[in-house]
């Protein structure tokens, strides 16, 4: 996982609550044995629609998400968080997550960006007016802004998952900061005990 500090891009106006992660990635597509591929299917069943956002040119090569809320909710799997990190998105902005999507998108560098529904509704309404529209989110900070339409806010991140995004620290990771200590351990442990490799 990539150390995660500061987002800054456009974005991609999803205005849509109770997005579940059925939609986010079809079930069709979790037939796939890979980590990768799964931007093709994101929303994949929406995007059948000439007119859904993700078909429109101006916003192409967004990297953040502004959706509506209660975005991620539903079955807990990981695929939703692949898509929209294959897809290219690196921050999703909503009013409210779903808890087991939340916990999945921090562990795998994807920031979830929880802000008031009056935020979030101004974000929509700001980027669908202009795609150009720049959005910056700090991690260190906590706080994401959109100078040009006057849009500037806080957002609650844990320490605990603060410093895992700014260290690019995923679960193997957390537990390779330990290695020393595991492989002095290791060298300690009676020869006679069960033993797992070569």
Do not use: C
């Amino acid at each position: 996982m990539q150390p995660v500090h500061i987002i800054t891009g456009t974005a991609v106006p999803l205005d849509r609550s109770d997005v579940d992660t059925d939609q986010i990635i079809p079930s069709d597509w979790l037939k796939r044995v890979e980590r990768t591929g799964f931007g093709k299917g994101l929303f994949a069943e929406w995007r059948d629609e000439r007119s859904f956002v993700l078909n429109q040119p101006e916003y192409a090569g967004a990297t953040i998400l502004v959706a509506g809320p209660r975005f991620g909710t539903g079955s807990s799997r990981e695929h939703a968080v692949w898509a929209l990190t294959d897809y290219g998105f690196q921050a999703v902005i909503s009013p409210r997550f779903g808890d087991i999507f939340r916990n999945n998108a921090t562990k795998s560098g994807l920031l979830p960006v929880q802000v008031d529904p009056e935020v979030g509704a101004a974000l929509l309404e700001a980027v669908a007016a202009d795609p150009g529209l720049e959005i910056t989110i700090d991690v260190e900070r906590g706080t994401l802004s959109a100078p040009a339409a006057g849009i500037e806010a806080a957002f609650p991140l844990d320490e605990h998952t603060r410093h895992r995004l700014l260290n690019g620290l995923d679960d193997i990771g957390l537990s390779l900061v330990h290695a020393g200590d595991i492989d002095a351990f290791e060298d300690r442990r009676p020869a006679w005990l069960p033993a797992v490799g070569p």
